[in-house]
């Protein structure tokens, strides 16, 4: 029940918000939350608003807010990944509750509740804390 009114505020979020919720969890080791290049931690990019990409100005490298966490490369929006991981403090969670919440194919539910359950396992949804200390 408790999960039902988060997905309603979920819901109600426009996709930039949503970003930004995990922007804010990738970088909130940073004194000012900015994003950090996932290769050589440089402050200055360059914004792909079409794509929700960033371009490191440094290196050139591309990265976006879920780089290097369960989420790299899903095709799931923001709301929808935010969703995933509400449904994280589940006790019982099955593919069919995964497509009911996410509104996903049964067969798209599988990779989507496997990741939920490394966040279950870990905790959170970075899967690379080598860069936990980034430098500024």
């Known amino acids: 029940q408790e999960n039902e009114l988060l997905f309603k505020d979920i819901d ?3 996709e930039d918000t949503a ?12 004194d000012d939350c900015e994003p950090r290049c996932d290769k050589c931690g440089s402050r200055r ?7 929700r990409r ?4 440094e ?3 591309q990265y976006t807010s879920t780089s290097r966490t369960i989420f790299a490369g899903s095709k799931l929006s923001y709301r929808q990944m935010l969703k995933a991981t509400c449904l994280a403090d589940e006790k019982t969670l099955t593919r069919a509750r995964v497509r009911d919440v996410l509104g ?15 966040i279950r396992l870990t905790g959170t949804v970075r899967t690379d804390l080598r860069n936990e200390k980034a430098e500024g």
């Open 12 to 14: 109600a979020l426009d």
């Open 19 to 30: 970003e930004q919720v995990f922007w804010h969890h990738k970088w909130k080791h940073t």
């Open 45 to 51: 990019y360059y914004r792909i608003t079409t794509r």
């Open 54 to 57: 960033f371009n490191c100005a």
């Open 59 to 61: 290196c050139g490298h």
């Open 104 to 118: 996903v194919s049964e067969s798209g539910a599988s990779p989507i509740l496997a990741r939920i359950r490394v």
